[in-house]
């Protein structure tokens, strides 16, 4: 409704524009204008999650989606996704435990952390979990000891610069390993059936996905070479959500993915791919209030801006201002200036964008509620437990 | 019992010479050595805390203790303290609630955030909480409708580089906004009686306190001068724990810390610290797991060692690795090697030590228990409510 964001996020972001046009607001947004909260409150519109699911779904073709539930666990989101007909890909047991309980049956969930504790790997694999992956010698001997037999991918590590939260190397090994790994897995009586990678979070082109899918199809190529015949290629997530900048529509996005992905692995009889903020970002917005505005000195260029949420209750992806949210309120049409924005915690660290302000309406004050936008991911389980006694994001699905 | 870590710790941390000698093991890490744990579970010793407090209270001498209970808020931590007397700093409602509900009666509890939301300033005006901190003038505002009357401190901004974690510009205002706070706050009816600062979390020397005193003791003079008399002066924490890096003995640091206070400021009324991090930190520990240990190829430098607890589970003071964690394993004796730390979740974020690896045992495997040392203080509170679907730290009080 006001400002610059919401002029912009029409343009790009699909959902935006079915809202009532005078007002370019989502409906979760619309929610939020329409209702109070005592607290820092995630809605979830449920509607544009299975709308999502359809476009991504759709242009994907045949590659299974199994959604990144890490993302967003709120279990109405699991159990839409899994009524319609979603595989999951789980980073615990107690996600595990929560997509059963939405209703998936085990086959259609992978345990893709390469990082296992040994009671849940057996856990799982007493639940009829079979899929795992895994990126080292000890991870594969944990598995095979307390998941005999399961089908293993093996993560490989790729270099990719383009994406705007790339990953480390935390997660993968490199090529040599990588075959080693497969080679291994047999030995062990696992059943070493594929490669997965990732792309790096919030790839906003399909075009960056290139060089990194050259990466790994040389990995493939070279395992058939060593007599390693493998049927399953995991692409990972990486799937865009709008946060200001410009990202295809997801099912363009998708298309164009597999497209590339078909140029350089032909027909595989197995592609997964693990949406999580491409799948549900969009669909979030967080009801939030402004605490105060300050400035430091008279002099100061910028004012500050303190909101009742912050790095340690649910905006942690602002960690080296690297997500950048788009915010709303409801002073439309006041001139904006620029803002250092911030949490509420006594903590020095919870500083949301300083480095590069926030235009917000110069008119802003304490008290005011402030929306922000595409929150659906990364959002609510990041919250902590009560830092300085602060509660954690509460969730509302509708 | 184990390695460089343990040896050094000795020499400057004097909690640690208590246990037995060929063991060098707080009561806490040795109550970890003695018990199993189903997941990351922080130890806090109640004894070690009683200490740490009488310590840091003979060398503070006529200065009051506030405990800043967002370092810890233990109901076992808060109640103790409560009956030794201290007085506590609250960051929200929630933490004041905690400190009533401890025992502590609402003349010993600030209110030291400064920002603040308009219906806990109520609250807190309500249970008789009657200082509250301030910086800026929207603040003062809401503090006189909210809570009429009230005994305000102005913080002032300090620049401090020597402190192990410095604090940004987020808190505090410059000296000439303080006299205009101070001025603004009689108008408005408060009563503006002194200033706080903060010198910087983990300020290893007292006599790093120095060049901040003079800071604020010349807006303090300049403050008298333009007619505002002064009567309280809040030193704020900073107050160092044991991190491996030699730190003084507590009373002893307290102690040159007043000295160099009385210098500056004679005989103030009233003097109060707010030790947090400086109180707790060296009477906790977590017990952990490791999960993995690995290569990403046969020719790293280093291996990597995945922890069950990482950056969203408790250790989020590994920031930019500002806080550096000492750790002890049951391979005591084992050569040693260089490590990247990280936690067990789906995030590259989620690092713990890359940049300055880590030294720990060669033969160090998945399953491996490993206790980090001195993680009394900002742990606990910081772990998120179940991100990757982690269970939140365990605590527990001894």
């Known amino acids: 409704m006001t400002g610059l964001a919401a002029r912009q996020s029409t343009v790009f972001a699909p959902q935006f524009a079915e809202a009532a046009p005078e007002q370019h607001l989502?409906?979760?947004?619309?929610?939020?204008?329409?209702?109070?909260?005592?607290?820092?409150?995630?809605?979830?519109?449920?509607?544009?999650?299975?709308?999502?699911?359809?476009a991504?779904?759709?242009?994907?073709?045949?590659?299974?989606?199994?959604?990144?539930?890490?993302?967003?666990?709120?279990?109405?989101?699991?159990?839409?996704?899994?009524?319609?007909?979603?595989?999951?890909?789980a980073a615990s047991r107690t996600?595990?435990?929560?997509?059963?309980?939405?209703?998936?049956?085990?086959?259609?969930?992978?345990?893709?952390?390469?990082?296992?504790?040994?009671?849940?790997?057996?856990?799982?694999?007493a639940q009829g979990v079979s899929l795992f992956a895994a990126d080292a010698e000890e991870e594969l001997e944990k598995l095979a000891e307390h998941a005999p037999g399961a089908r293993v991918y093996i993560r490989v590590i790729v270099e990719n610069c383009e994406a705007d939260w790339p990953l480390t190397r935390k997660f993968g090994c490199a090529r040599d390993k990588a075959l080693e790994l497969i080679a291994m897995s047999k030995a062990l009586g696992l059943d070493p059936v594929g490669l997965s990678f990732h792309v790096g979070s919030q790839t906003r082109s399909a075009q960056m996905w290139a060089p990194v899918l050259d990466q790994v199809a040389a990995i493939w190529r070279a395992a058939g070479e060593a007599g390693h015949e493998l049927s399953l290629l995991n692409i990972g997530g990486g799937f865009p959500a709008f946060y200001g900048e410009a990202i295809e529509a997801p099912m363009n996005y998708a298309?164009?993915?597999?497209?590339?992905?078909?140029?350089?692995?032909?027909?595989?009889?197995?592609?997964?791919?693990?949406?999580?903020?491409?799948?549900?970002?969009?669909?979030?917005?967080?009801?939030?209030e402004v605490l105060l505005v300050s400035k430091k000195s008279d002099n100061d260029l910028h004012r500050w801006v303190y909101l009742d949420i912050g790095k340690f209750s649910g905006l942690a992806e602002t960690m080296e201002e690297a997500i950048r949210y788009q915010?709303?309120?409801?002073?439309?049409?006041?001139?904006?200036?620029?803002?250092?924005?911030?949490?509420?915690?006594?903590?020095?660290?919870?500083?949301?964008?300083?480095?590069?302000?926030?235009?917000?309406?110069?008119?802003?004050?304490?008290?005011?509620?402030?929306?922000?936008?595409?929150?659906?991911?990364?959002?609510?389980?990041?919250?902590?437990?009560?830092?300085?006694?602060?509660?954690?994001?509460?969730?509302?699905?509708?």
């Not at 996600?95 to 790997?121: P, Q, Y």
Request: charged share 20%.
């Open 26 to 54: 989502s409906r979760a947004e619309a929610y939020i204008r329409a209702h109070d909260f005592a607290r820092p409150t995630l809605v979830i519109d449920t509607q544009a999650v299975a709308r999502q699911y359809a």
């Open 255 to 288: 298309a164009d993915v597999m497209g590339l992905v078909h140029e350089r692995f032909g027909d595989v009889a197995e592609i997964m791919a693990e949406p999580g903020r491409g799948l549900v970002a969009e669909a979030g917005a967080i009801a939030a």
């Open 327 to 398: 915010f709303l309120t409801d002073r439309d049409g006041d001139d904006l200036g620029a803002c250092i924005l911030a949490g509420p915690s006594c903590d020095s660290a919870d500083v949301l964008y300083e480095k590069r302000p926030v235009e917000l309406p110069l008119g802003l004050k304490a008290g005011d509620r402030i929306i922000i936008r595409c929150c659906g991911a990364y959002t609510s389980t990041y919250a902590s437990v009560g830092f300085n006694g602060f509660p954690p994001l509460d969730v509302v699905a509708i």
């Open 95 to 125: 996600e595990i435990a929560m997509c059963l309980a939405a209703g998936a049956t085990a086959d259609r969930i992978s345990f893709g952390n390469t990082v296992k504790k040994v009671s849940d790997i057996a856990w799982a694999h």
């Open 56 to 89: 991504l779904a759709q242009g994907l073709g045949r590659a299974r989606i199994h959604y990144a539930v890490k993302a967003n666990p709120a279990p109405e989101i699991l159990r839409l996704l899994a009524r319609l007909g979603s595989n999951f890909d």
